[in-house]
T-cell receptor, first 111, second 111 residues
Framework: NAGVTQTPKFRILKIGQSMTLQCTQD?????MYWYRQDPGMGLKLIYY???????DKGEVPNGYNVSRSTTEDFPLRLELAAPSQTSVYFC??????????FGDGTRLSIL | RKEVEQDPGPFNVPEGATVAFNCTYS??????FFWYRQDCRKEPKLLMS???SGNEDGRFTAQLNRASQYISLLIRDSKLSDSATYLC????????????FGQGTRLTINP
């Protein structure tokens, strides 16, 4: 059972570089989410999507962009990587009013 | 004030002990409540939802007090495998659940 799949699992970027974190789910969930988790902290919502073509900002959207061209995929893009974006990124998906299923996470370091 | 506050611990208890965590939330409009479990360097996983009437799942009991805006989790007969970080989570929206996480309480069960 694939569930929510995130790639890559680890990445090191230089300041100013750009990259896309991939997230795909095979559960036909309408809702998808991106979170970041800093050391010793809870998760914070970056962006979310209620369906293909619809995205909205969460608590900490600055420095990120998302798109939702299909139900399955919800990539997160960093345009100009900054050290403050060093974190663990989790993608999640759910049906309406149902618990969220999380991917394994992407560990990103900006040096 | 943080939206969701937890005692970060760490809690170190012997195997077989009973341990309780509390969590407070600031927004009285909160609609749904959960406890998630997160193992070291892993994704959060839903432990249980929390209902107004209180609910139990095996050795785990969750309570919600809306008047005082706090949530509790009780673990009885603790096992070594219960060692993890426990995240208190609330939501404010129907449909797309925008989860707000506490920072987590770290629990270590000692043999």
């Amino acid at each position: 059972n694939a569930g929510v799949t995130q790639t890559p699992k680890f990445r090191i970027l230089k300041i100013g570089q750009s990259m896309t974190l991939q997230c795909t789910q095979d559960m036909n969930h309408n809702y998808m989410y991106w979170y970041r988790q800093d050391p010793g902290m809870g998760l914070k919502l970056i962006y979310y999507s209620v369906g293909a073509g619809i995205t909205d900002k969460g608590e900490v959207p600055n420095g990120y962009n998302v798109s939702r061209s299909t139900t399955e995929d919800f990539p997160l893009r960093l345009e100009l990587a900054a050290p403050s974006q060093t974190s663990v990124y989790f993608c999640a998906s759910s049906m309406s009013n149902q618990p969220q299923h999380f991917g394994d996470g992407t560990r990103l370091s900006i040096l | 004030r943080k939206e969701v506050e937890q005692d970060p611990g760490p809690f170190n208890v012997p195997e077989g002990a009973t341990v309780a965590f509390n969590c407070t939330y600031s927004n009285s409009a909160s609609q749904s409540f959960f406890w998630y479990r997160q193992d070291c360097r892993k994704e959060p996983k839903l432990l249980m939802s929390v209902y107004s009437s209180g609910n139990e799942d095996g050795r785990f009991t969750a309570q919600l007090n809306r008047a005082s805006q706090y949530i509790s989790l009780l673990i009885r007969d603790s096992k070594l495998s219960d060692s993890a970080t426990y995240l208190c989570v609330v939501t404010y929206a129907q449909g797309a659940q925008k989860l707000v996480f506490g920072q987590g309480t770290r629990l270590t069960i000692n043999p």
